[in-house]
């Protein structure tokens, strides 16, 4: 059985997809499946900013397959972890959970990524050089991420 990972930002444009694109670029997509979503139904459909897209490119990974959607309740039952970029997305994810156990699925990406409880913020509105900040601060947690789903 693969284990499930999901990577949450707020419009599952600029952060989350950057995190899953990273993380499937590290792990063995026969045992683990990666994916993303937004806790706001802002770009449902729609395909990653085009910054997120250029800046992953930049570094070999391609995210123009993946397009965007909406959290769901289902996703706490779904998935076996659950990492979300900043404390709101956080309290938007658990806000919907209904036990314990789908709680403790829910952590901060840099917090689980060993990086200390930091958000990862969101570049929607800075140019290009905060994406490629962004980008480095999700590579970082995703090879602690990796090594762990990789054993």
């Known amino acids: 059985m693969k284990t499930k990972v999901l ?4 419009g599952n444009i600029c952060r989350s997809p950057l995190a899953e694109g ?9 045992n683990i499946f990666i994916d993303s979503a937004g806790t706001g139904g ?17 570094h070999g990974i391609d995210i123009t ?7 769901t309740y289902l996703d706490l039952d779904s998935f076996d972890h659950i990492y979300v970029m900043d404390k709101s997305n956080y309290d938007n994810v ?4 209904k036990n ?12 689980a990524g060993g990086m200390g409880a930091k ?3 969101d570049p929607y509105y800075d140019a290009l050089d905060g994406f490629e900040q962004v980008f480095h601060l999700i590579d970082s947690a995703c090879n602690v991420l990796a090594n762990k789903l990789n054993k």
Do not use: T, W
């Not at 990273?22 to 997509?29: Q, R």
């Not at 397959?65 to 959290?71: E, L, N, Y």
């Not at 789908?102 to 917090?111: A, G, N, P």
């Open 65 to 71: 397959q993946q397009r965007c959607r909406k959290f």
């Open 100 to 111: 314990e156990h789908e709680i403790k699925k829910v952590k901060l990406l840099l917090d």
């Open 7 to 10: 990577m949450v930002c707020l």
């Open 42 to 58: 802002y770009h449902i459909g729609n395909r990653p900013d085009h910054r997120s897209i250029d800046v992953a490119h930049k």
């Open 94 to 97: 658990i806000s919907l959970a």
């Open 22 to 30: 990273i993380l499937k670029s590290k792990v063995n997509s026969e």
């Open 119 to 121: 958000e990862v913020p």
